[in-house]
């Protein structure tokens, strides 16, 4: 058995899914407590990573949650659509990237952006789409590891 708080094992420790895997094998079952709505990308997507290492390993992950297991991720995390609001938007000349914290400006009045709208970079709704799906799928494992159909 293992015991840990959400935030030394998916934000103070940065373990990958190496680290989880190598857990996962040598334990049967994970306390984790103090696990609250996650709001944070970063320690939804090391959460979510160590849930399917779990999964896959057969080792049930309990938590100790301030919130319902089907509110554990906000509703942004499943909302791919793009916003509504729309700007006027201008390119010159080729143009330039868009990025996740960024957009480029080709002159101090333009902003190029991949999605059309100013200050929405393209990876912003693909990161979106990408933990909504892995999220889904967490809670059906977590829940799956809740049943009596679970194998220790």
């Known amino acids: 058995m293992a015991f840990s708080t ?20 040598e334990t049967y079952v ?15 997507r090391r959460f979510l990573v160590a849930v399917d290492a779990a999964y896959e390993c057969r080792c049930k992950i309990v ?16 909302d791919t659509s793009l916003p509504t ?12 990237a868009s990025a996740q914290f960024s957009t ?13 709208i100013m200050g ?9 789409k990408d933990v909504g799906f892995a999220a889904r799928r967490a809670i059906s494992r977590l829940k799956e590891m809740q049943s009596s159909l679970w194998d220790l």
């Open 6 to 25: 959400l935030l030394e094992f998916c934000e103070e420790r940065p373990l990958g899914s190496l680290d989880y895997y190598t857990l996962f094998r």
């Open 30 to 44: 994970l306390f984790l407590d103090g696990v609250q709505r996650m709001e944070n990308v970063n320690t939804a």
């Open 63 to 78: 938590l100790n949650s301030t919130v319902p297991l089907d509110d554990l991720f906000p509703e942004e995390f499943f």
């Open 85 to 96: 609001h729309q700007s006027k938007t201008t390119v010159k000349g080729m143009g330039g």
């Open 104 to 116: 480029t400006f080709v002159d101090s009045d333009t902003e190029w952006s991949a999605t059309g």
């Open 120 to 128: 929405a970079a393209l990876s912003r709704f693909s990161q979106t």
